[in-house]
């Protein structure tokens, strides 16, 4: 007869032979037996704790341990990578333009959705103390706004600072605004995406590539840091070396030359397919709350809270959320610039 | 610079893969770079270290006796796990059984694991005949498997342990590593107890043929000695591969099994 406790007792041997042919970090399902599952649950909870071993699910009917204990995913992502190194704010929601393949579904009827002059200075304020070290500014069009200049001010005089913009808005009061702006703490990200009209005015309306070329320049001569950043379709990567070399004429440096794929996200009707687990999140701020990533904002299944303050408690729950999802997910990352 | 030297290994689970690239990288920009070369048993590894196409080998107890054998001698270990010079075979039996020690084995079903292992095998069946009752005396089953890997993967030894819970046997013979993994005695009361300890002998070690100088071996065990257990990066491979300092050989611990092997005639290639 075998007695009660040796079924426990098997399962353990079964734990250890198992776990010996797999490796490090991938895991093992046992089936508990019925009228034993209680005894067998503090059995594998004891063996896991006394061996090294991690056990990822007590189920009802089977027990799931991992080989070794899985690594920190925050401390594998390295600090360049860590939620929270960049702060993205969304100034606002609307738009001169509307790309057909806008992540923020933006264009000239969105509803403003205005983040505001006081919350963004808080936002610096505290990023400074949450370990933030650079914050990113986008939109929507953030050249719209009347104040964006003291939006700006308040962002530079906290750290180095990023502005994206489609560059087409470059005159009058706007330009003065940019003229007013800290060019040692300010870069200029503008959005075109091809060497030629063609590709950039299919997606983002007829004469646009030659007002964003324009706006390069502009933001160039006045001794501003501009990086341009392309969004191409899937399967058009072939474009990218007349891109390069035409940028490398605008006086554009090579480090700022940024090249991303279409998400399947907003009004794009193509794209690759973003979800929480493929996205290292970016801590992205909205007048909505704190969404997982900014190509992602204002879509319900990546909103983490609606509490944008204090800023370090909303990064900590974006790391504490990754790292949860990260413990359950095997598949590797992949990082999506959004820059 | 030396050119690197290559570590024979056999592969006996997945992990040694990402040990051996962990030792790999470790050892990288160093000045004693080394490879490594996967084997699937260690028939084959010491047939390639004595014939010179591996410099080194991770060798357990019985790939060092036989490599002593086919080289007269004339290989050196460089080195073992602070593991490898405590190891002991473990006489557990049922919890509750009344034994004391190896003489009660007299008669009694005592399971053995693979042949070709040293701790669960043929050590046991030396401290029988030079500590207990003679290994004639006690009925002996083996459970015979993955042979050629020495007894690296410890399935024999499990499943000699399932024999003793199942009273297909009284008792089984296991190496100190097994015990230690299922818990000893302490996790799971009830089950097992050890009723028998072996004295320490030596398990693994690095194994070079004698044309490999000094000149390429000693920069190589400096550096091996350099690993650190308080070193987070060091400590994974450590960890990964059982132990927390390499030291330097015991060879006083390889006595029994010489012995062991040549009293029970162990063929020369397992
Ligand atoms: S992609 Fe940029 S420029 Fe185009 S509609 Fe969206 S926010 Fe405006």
Redo the contacts with the bound molecule.
Sequence with gaps: MVSRSLVSHGLVLDLVEQLGTIARYDTVTLPLEEDERDEQRSVVAAWCTRTGNELVELGHDTVTVRRGRSPDPLAELGAALMPGARLWMYTNFD?????D????R??PQSARKALGLDRVRRLASEAVDAGVTELILT???PFLLPNLDELVAACTSALPTIL?T?GMLFRGNRLAALQGMDRSRLALQI?LDSATPGLHDLH?GRGSWERAVAGIRTARDEGFRVRVAA?LPHGQSHQQQPFHTFLDSLGVAPEDQVIRVLAHRGVADEGIELTLESLIPEVTVTAEGVYWHPVTAGHEDQFVTADIFPLQEAIAEVRRRFTEMRARATAAGQWFPCA | MNQPLIVGAVAYTPNVVTIWEGMRDYFAGTPAEMDFVLFSNYARQVDALVDGRIDLAWNTNLAWVRTVAQTDGACRALAMRDTDAVFRTIFVTRAGSSFTGLDDLRGRRLVLGSKDSAQAAILPVHFLDHSGPGADSVDISRIDSDVGKHGDTGRSELDALRAVLDDRADAAAIGINTWEAIGREELMPGAFEAFWQSPTYSHCNFTVMPHVGDERTTPWVEQLFAMDWENPAHRSILEMEGLRAWVPPHLDGYASLFDAVREQAIPPRW
């Design positions: 738009c001169n333009l509307a790309c393949y806008c992540c923020a933006s264009s939109g929507g069009e994206l489609n959005s983002r969004t």
